[in-house]
């Protein structure tokens, strides 16, 4: 979310705002990265009050799919970090520095974005007992 701030604030404002794809670009991720939020902790939330089957699956859902949408969110940032790279020539001098920010902590970014997806698919201990079998068997 930080990422997307910093783009659209500094190597963005006065130097590729008139670029459509830029634009466009920045709101749809943010668009993303809101929903993606919300479900995440309404899923996280929800998880942790449900006490029936059909309430704790509901609320698996939509952590998982805000998980995936945090995943979009951080393709659309890498992508508009590269079409900033591109077109960095536009960039005021001292702007570009924050865009060598920002690229460099892109992957640092990614590794958490996939143990979020990891962590958000991998089996609650529950459903790991229940495929293992019983103890002793």
């Known amino acids: 979310m930080a990422t997307l701030g910093f783009l659209r604030s500094n190597p963005v404002e006065y130097s590729l705002e008139e670029i459509p794809l830029v634009t466009t670009g920045l709101k749809l991720v943010s668009v ?3 929903i993606g939020l ?3 902790v ?3 939330v929800s998880a942790g009050n449900a006490t029936p089957q059909s ?6 859902t939509q952590r998982h799919d805000g ?3 945090f995943a979009l969110m951080y393709v659309g940032a890498v992508g508009l970090t590269v079409l900033c790279w591109q077109r960095r020539a536009r960039i005021l001098r001292h702007r570009r520095q924050l865009l060598k920010g920002v690229a460099a902590t892109l992957p640092f970014i990614g590794f958490r974005v996939l143990y979020g997806l990891l962590g958000g698919f991998a089996p609650s201990p529950d459903d ?3 495929q293992a079998g019983p103890v002793g068997a």
């Open 128 to 130: 790991r007992g229940r």
């Open 42 to 44: 309404s899923g996280g």
């Open 32 to 34: 993303v990265e809101t």
């Open 38 to 40: 919300a479900l995440t």
């Open 55 to 60: 309430s704790l699956d509901s609320a698996t």
């Open 67 to 69: 998980v995936v949408l």
